[in-house]
T-cell receptor
Framework: ELKVEQNPLFLSMQEGKNYTIYCNYS?????LYWYRQDPGKSLESLFV?????AVKQEGRLMASLDTKARLSTLHITAAVHDLSATYFC???????????FGTGTRLQVFP | DAGITQSPRHKVTETGTPVTLRCHQT?????MYWYRQDPGHGLRLIHY???????DKGEVSDGYSVSRSKTEDFLLTLESATSSQTSVYFC??????????????FGPGTRLTVL
């Protein structure tokens, strides 16, 4: 069974601190996606990681992909309240056009 | 937004009634998807389409059917709604036509409550 596991599921962090969200998956894949969802809203695409060793950065968020370890990380630097949201990783198994989503990490940033 | 609309945005219905949700895109993407989102499960794929009249099942397809008669429209039908189908439904579009290989873009969602 294909599995995508995120941890932690819930993260409460203070403004200014750093933290990492992990995404492990059980299938062979060369494409991994990170999405953000605000409460009651749709999903917004953050990063598309297409190859082993890929690293993408946008503001205080940086995502990386290790296809050999089947692991992606989303690193948060100097968190601010505006980053409070739920973050999902999604994996596209090889030779498919489907995405398998993780259960999400709910991030709460407090002063 | 990537030119995706969903209708209705909210619906309350009774067990046993048929329900059809519509997804409309203006982006001419080949692939369209229907997901449901439930607490603790993330998003789960119900059905997807890879072209007009070409559809396939996802991981939670039981109780749902789909149709795609035009590139821009993808319909999701609950033939006889049950309370377990209470959920938020998202439509997504994507395809191998950009540098972001099969990146999916999501619609605003439909909140369905089955009483």
């Amino acid at each position: 069974e294909l599995k995508v596991e995120q941890n932690p599921l819930f993260l409460s962090m203070q403004e200014g601190k750093n933290y990492t969200i992990y995404c492990n998956y059980s299938t062979t894949s060369d494409r991994l996606y990170w999405y953000r969802q605000d409460p009651g809203k749709s999903l917004e695409s953050l990063f598309v990681l297409l190859s082993n060793g890929a690293v993408k950065q946008e503001g205080r968020l940086m995502a990386s992909l290790d296809t050999k370890a089947r692991l992606s990380t989303l690193h948060i630097t100097a968190a601010v309240h505006d980053l409070s949201a739920t973050y999902f990783c999604a994996v596209a198994p090889i030779n498919t056009d489907k995405l398998i989503f993780g259960t999400g990490t709910r991030l709460q940033v407090f002063p | 937004d990537a030119g995706i609309t969903q209708s209705p945005r909210h619906k309350v219905t009774e067990t046993g009634t048929p329900v059809t949700l519509r997804c409309h895109q203006t982006e001419n993407h080949r692939y369209m998807y229907w997901y449901r989102q439930d607490p603790g499960h993330g998003l789960r794929l119900i059905h997807y389409s890879y072209g007009v009249k070409d559809t396939d099942k996802g991981e939670v397809s039981d109780g749902y059917s789909v149709s795609r008669s035009k590139t821009e429209d993808f319909l999701l039908t609950l033939e006889s709604a049950t309370s377990s189908q209470t959920s938020v439904y998202f439509c997504a579009i994507g395809g191998r036509q950009s540098s972001s290989y099969n990146e999916q873009f999501f619609g605003p969602g439909t909140r369905l409550t089955v009483l």
